[in-house]
């Protein structure tokens, strides 16, 4: 069964479209950047979101709202790469987003709410719509306590964007401390609370290890051969049963570099979480590794992953390595993608 989702209330949605109505008409994107971002502490739970206003190349109006640390982290590392920014990383950031769109870009389930609260838009990139980022999902309708989050941050966001017409500096992160403007509810009303921003260090995954499959590589002689190990995010959402949102496959392939023989084939989900997805790696390179050789060394492209494998250098001799080509993964990533394209 689907997990249980608590859509928005009337009022969140009404509330939603008139705070979009004031913010067609302030234009925030006429004046602000992306990096122009503050933060919003929402009262509920005291987590941090953090507010970035796109639009000011005329292309996608909207305002986001980065979740948390892994929100503020992903918009960061968006920043730094700039033109070389790829779709799979913007979906592997936390957000919340509000923008402006075309007439047909409005899904039913969109018009539903607006036909509810008797609203009529016209003309291009005049239709509010409203939508959820979590890490390797596909952008998707706003829960309950989405919707209220997202709220608290268009509304910070017509009280920040006008003082910040008239003070552009406000929004600079003040030296050598680089504070942030975060916005506080204390005392029934929101202030100002420039503050250096400082999360808890994540909790350490829990690494999930084929115990036989590993024995059984300890017995092994070591082959003269390196492998290749690389996942990617695929292009088409997928959705199961489980969860109520769509989400994007990762496919792990395993790899001889020489022979560029495929040892290794699997479709990971994100859901729950990328971290749980993570965890199960390397059990997974074990187990296949054991069915076939064990190499002087594993070749990845990925940070994350040569991480996680690095346990199999004291475990088994194995050396792991990261490096910038994958020649027998890549190609053969390369065919699987014509493949599915068919």
Not at 33 to 56: R, W
Not at 101 to 113: A, L, N, S, T, V
Not at 221 to 229: C, G, M, P, T
Not at 331 to 337: C, G, H, I, L, T
Request: glycine residues 4%; hydrophobic residues 40%.
């Amino acid at each position: 069964m689907p997990q249980k989702v608590i859509a928005p209330s009337l009022e969140q949605w009404k509330r939603l479209h008139e705070l979009m109505d004031k913010i067609s008409e302030l234009a925030p994107w006429e004046f602000m950047y992306e990096h122009n971002i503050f933060g919003v502490q929402f009262p509920e739970t005291n987590d941090l979101g953090f507010v970035s206003v796109m639009g000011n190349l005329g292309e996608h109006f909207a305002t986001a709202v980065y979740m948390g640390k892994k929100g503020f982290e992903g918009f960061l590392t968006m920043q730094r790469m700039g033109y070389r920014l790829g779709p799979d990383i913007v979906l592997e950031v936390p957000q919340l987003q509000a923008s402006f769109e075309d007439r047909e870009m409005i899904r039913p389930e969109d018009r539903k709410i607006i036909k509810q609260l008797n609203l009529k838009f016209r003309g291009e990139k005049a239709w509010p719509q409203f939508r959820s980022y979590r890490p390797g999902c596909f952008p998707w309708y706003l829960e309950k306590e989405e919707a209220q989050m997202l709220i608290h941050g268009l509304e910070q966001l017509l009280d920040v964007a006008p003082r910040f017409k008239e003070d552009p500096d406000m929004l600079q992160p003040t030296e050598p401390d680089g504070r942030y403007l975060v916005r506080v509810h204390e005392n029934g009303k929101w202030a100002d609370r420039p503050q250096k921003i400082k999360f808890p260090a994540d909790p350490p995954l829990r690494l999930r290890m084929n115990m036989d499959a590993l024995n059984y590589l300890k017995s092994m002689s070591k082959q003269n051969s390196i492998v290749e190990v690389d996942i990617q995010m695929m292009e088409e959402a997928v959705r199961d049963k489980k969860f109520d949102r769509p989400y994007f496959p990762f496919m792990l392939m395993i790899a001889e570099k020489q022979s560029h023989m495929i040892l290794g084939f699997d479709l990971l989900s994100p859901l729950p979480s990328l971290e749980e997805m993570w965890e199960h790696i390397p059990e997974k390179v074990t187990a296949t590794l054991a069915n076939y050789l064990l190499p002087k060394e594993i070749q990845t492209k990925n940070p994350v992953i040569a991480l996680l494998l690095s346990p199999l250098e004291k475990e088994v001799g194995c050396k792991v390595n990261l490096v910038s080509r994958l020649p027998a993964v890549e190609r053969a990533q390369k065919e699987f993608k014509k493949i599915t394209r068919r």
